[in-house]
């Protein structure tokens, strides 16, 4: 890739750290993205805290998603820019209002050394304490210079006070005297008293009072900015953010009590969420986090290893409800347990449905493996609008809950479907081709992986396969297909102009002997596979197929484990 001209100065420029204090005075604003940029690419951490520290616009977005082979910002960049960030508020050179860290984070461990969520939430929960502390120290420093201000003032008031007794006693010293003077003289006396007295002790008096006048009018003034303050911070409770800052919020066991606290700490910073991802947490304690997030930015909520139950979701779903941009759900393992013979069960999902149905704006709904066979319809025909994104891996769907969704409001409208790991067969085929045939306008990704599909299944399926135009890409692992079958899937795949990516399935041939004639998909992923001989001659010939029909814009990878289907949109 060939990098601008813009892009190759920039990086000059952020390489040598010594020379910063030179071109930081003079390089416009508009040259300060491509400067933080090259800084991130090239590694440099002093180079981003100083470019973020005097960031000269309202909003910075570092993160989003990146494109192919590009690696998320290194470790030691974030935690200088969350540094430079605090610093920035009491730097009257930084402009910035809006920080957005939306997807920023990286895999733990990854290529590079980048910041995983779970580390980047902890991260941004202490910037945001920080921020707190910093501006009650700076308050703290205000407080004791007014202090010290009042202080002055009350000294020059006892000054007065002592100027004017003394003034006051030789004043009436003279009075004693001119008693003895004669009439004339004493008119005198009086008359200069009154001089006296109208030039000087009266203005002494004004100038006390004037003193007197401006501590009462401070004490005053400090009384009601207090009380217009708190009486703000109850109507406005955002009064004291000077940035707000978004981000994805990773949060388990672990961390929950510290991101608690910066959710519910009123300061410079104001932490936002947007997709809030929880695991191995109670009802309870995912409900006082809901709580203390705002409510206008959340857009999804990603539920983990929590032994919720139907109960205990059904009584999370409303307060979900009082998110008004929520448009995607997400429970994974959440130990739903659906049982009929256990009393109140089928009351609860029905509250679980309602529940459903009060998302407005729900568009991508994921159930992994809740073992709720036969409850599909009960689920999604409650929802008042067609789901864009559904998942439902290891939920061991029936043939009645393909049926209804083959025949749903949801068919046509459906961009991604992942079944996954639900057996399919002669009886439920029917039912997944009618959903194909459905959504063959608008279906984007599919992931059929761990289905069972022998080579005649797949041959009934592939018709139905090739007629989806939009598809992107396809998923079809640990499927126990011969390597006739794998080369009649590829030829499909070549002739469907859409498709960029295929996971496809080891071929039986590559497994060592022994394996079933029918294995399960969990027997595929622990098999060894043969030499890496066999491995090849299989890519090989699928490449074949590939050259043969000038195709070299579709990838085919047996990887499950780094196949990643967002790489392709």
Not at 59 to 65: H, I
Not at 500 to 523: H, I, M, T, V, W
Not at 538 to 564: I, P
């Amino acid at each position: 890739m060939v990098l601008p001209l813009v892009s190759l100065c920039a990086k000059e420029v952020v390489s040598d750290h010594s020379s910063s204090p030179n071109w930081l005075s003079w390089v416009p604003r508009e040259l300060y993205r491509n400067l933080l940029e090259a800084a991130f690419t090239s590694c440099r951490p002093l180079a981003v805290g100083e470019l973020v520290q005097r960031w000269p616009e309202r909003t910075l977005r570092v993160g989003g998603r990146r494109k192919a082979g590009q690696n998320p910002p290194n470790r030691l960049c974030i935690q200088a820019l969350l540094l430079a960030v605090v610093r920035g508020l009491s730097d009257q050179r930084c402009a910035l209002q809006v920080l957005d860290l939306c997807g920023l984070q990286g895999e733990e461990g990854g290529m590079g050394d980048p910041m995983g969520g779970w580390s980047l939430t902890v991260a941004l929960c202490t910037m945001v304490v920080q921020a707190k502390a910093g501006a009650q120290r700076v308050q703290r420093r205000e407080r004791e210079r007014e202090r010290k201000r009042v202080l002055a003032m009350e000294r020059e008031k006892d000054i007065v006070k002592r100027e004017r007794g003394q003034r006051k006693t030789r004043v009436e010293g003279k009075e004693q005297g001119g008693e003895e003077v004669s009439t004339d003289t004493g008119e005198l006396g009086r008359n200069e008293r009154e001089r006296v007295g109208s030039s000087g002790i009266p203005g002494e008096e004004e100038q006390i009072k004037g003193v007197r006048r401006r501590m009462e009018m401070e004490r005053n003034r400090e009384s009601t900015v207090a009380g217009s303050r708190k009486e703000s911070e109850e109507m406005d409770p955002d009064g004291d953010v000077v940035m707000h800052v978004r981000a994805d919020l990773f949060v388990n066991a672990r961390s929950w009590e510290r991101v608690r606290v910066a959710l519910g700490t009123v300061g410079p910073l104001k932490l936002q969420c947007r997709y809030l991802r929880v695991e191995e947490l109670s009802v309870s304690s995912i409900r006082t986090l809901l709580d203390l997030l705002p409510h206008q930015s959340l857009l999804g909520v990603d539920v983990r290893y929590s032994s919720l139950g139907v109960a205990g979701l059904a009584q999370l779903l409303p307060q979900l409800s009082t998110f008004p941009a929520l448009n995607s759900l997400r429970l994974h393992y959440c130990n739903l347990d659906f049982r009929r013979d256990q009393p109140g069960q089928e009351e609860a999902l029905r509250e679980m449905s309602l529940g459903l149905a009060q998302l407005q704006q729900l568009r991508r709904l994921s159930l992994t493996a809740l073992r709720l066979p036969g409850h599909l319809r009960m689920l999604l025909s409650s929802l008042s609008q067609p789901l864009e994104i559904l998942e439902l891996p290891y939920l061991s769907l029936s043939p009645a809950d393909l049926a209804y969704l083959s025949c749903s409001q949801h068919a046509s409208t459906l961009q991604q479907l992942d079944l996954s790991e639900n057996r399919l067969d002669e009886n439920t085929l029917p039912s997944v081709r009618r959903l194909l045939s459905q959504a063959s306008g608008s279906l984007q990704h599919l992931t059929l992986s761990g289905c069972g599909l022998t080579d005649g299944l797949l041959a009934t399926l592939l018709p139905s396969l090739g007629c989806c135009r939009a598809l992107k890409s396809l998923g079809l692992a640990l499927n126990p297909l011969s390597m006739a079958g794998l080369l009649d899937l590829v030829r499909t795949a070549v002739r469907m102009p859409s498709l960029r990516q295929l996971l496809y399935p080891n071929p039986l041939e590559d497994y060592q002997p022994g394996l079933p004639d029918l294995p399960s998909s969990a027997q595929l992923l622990d098999w060894p596979l043969d030499e890496p001989v066999e491995i090849h001659a299989t890519s090989s010939q699928l490449n074949r197929v590939l050259t043969e029909s000038s195709r070299s814009d579709l990838f085919l990878t047996c990887d499950l484990l780094n196949y990643d289907k967002d790489l392709v949109d």
